[in-house]
């Protein structure tokens, strides 16, 4: 929660960059959201992040340990003889599974709270995060939390598979302590970041207030393409790429830290 709340307004900036069909800069989100709605301001959704944070490192790890797990019998051998690539497989099945029951709808309720705030055909309609939960569910029912479903599963568990895949994959040695780990964290962050950034800003667009002008996710790409170009897909690519080294880092140091603490009471590890 700690690093959520130092590392939110990076991602506020990133989102409101990647919901703009416009090419805003960092300063201009900067500057527009001071003057309007002052420090304060950058914190706009952020509790979707902050309230949805252990169920979200809950079902990441145990989804990762548990898909591991599946692929290795009882005296810990590699049963598909995947070798490195099982980080890889592992991290997608964890992915998937935290972006169906937790990343989409907090992304989803983040992203129309900050795309709320930059409304032009009035004032903001989402007094707080329990207000805009409660509109949205009242005016779309469940689902309205759950859009942009299909792309935030690509997104996530294309993410997670990369982080925990080239995570796994660098050396031990590499990674053997809380400092080392998270440089070796921030590493696979910032990678999946540079690879997956256009499905980010896809999902961003079909989370907002005008989704309903997208039909699919193939019909979002193609319009995004048509109306901004190949660049618009890394939209918002510096703060994001910045948030996602500092947080795969400090979650990459901490986990190896509780793992070993837990491996002194069960094998964690199959």
């Known amino acids: 929660i700690f690093e959520i709340c130092c ?13 703009s069909t416009e090419n805003l800069s960092t300063k201009q989100v900067i500057q527009s959201t001071y003057q309007s709605s002052g420090a304060m301001g950058f914190y706009r959704g952020l509790p979707s992040m902050v309230y949805f944070a252990a169920p979200k ?14 692929l290795t019998d009882g005296n810990g051998n590699d049963i598909y003889n995947l070798g490195k690539a099982k980080g890889f497989i592992a991290g997608l099945g964890a992915g998937t599974l935290e972006a169906i029951f937790v ?7 983040k ?9 032009t055909d009035g004032p903001p309609k989402y007094k707080s995060f329990f207000h805009g939960v409660k509109t949205i569910v009242g005016e779309q029912g469940f689902v309205g939390v759950y859009k942009g479903l299909v792309p935030t599963i690509i997104k996530v568990s294309t993410a997670q598979a990369t982080r925990f895949g080239v995570f796994n994959f660098i050396p031990a040695e590499n990674r053997n302590t809380p400092l080392k780990a998270a440089g070796s964290g921030a590493f696979a962050g910032g990678v999946s970041v540079l690879l997956f950034q256009g499905i980010d800003v896809v ?3 079909m989370q907002g207030l005008d989704a309903n002008k997208y039909r ?14 190949p660049l ?11 948030r996602v080294c500092c947080e795969v880092g400090i979650t990459m140091s901490i986990y190896g830290e509780i793992v070993k603490v837990l491996d002194k009471f069960w094998k964690t590890d199959p």
Do not use: W
Not at 57 to 69: D, M
Not at 111 to 119: K, Q
Not at 216 to 229: A, D, Q, V, W
């Open 7 to 19: 590392t939110y307004p990076i991602e506020y900036t990133k989102t409101a960059m990647q919901l």
């Open 57 to 70: 490192a809950a079902i990441r790890f145990s989804g990762f340990e548990a898909c591991s797990g599946l």
């Open 103 to 109: 990343t989409t709808p907090q992304e989803t309720i």
């Open 111 to 119: 992203v129309r709270l900050i795309n709320d705030a930059f409304r």
């Open 203 to 205: 999902k961003s667009r």
């Open 216 to 229: 699919s996710t193939g019909h979002c790409i193609s319009e995004i393409l048509k109306n901004e170009g």
């Open 232 to 242: 618009a897909f890394y939209k918002g690519v510096g703060p994001r790429l910045t």
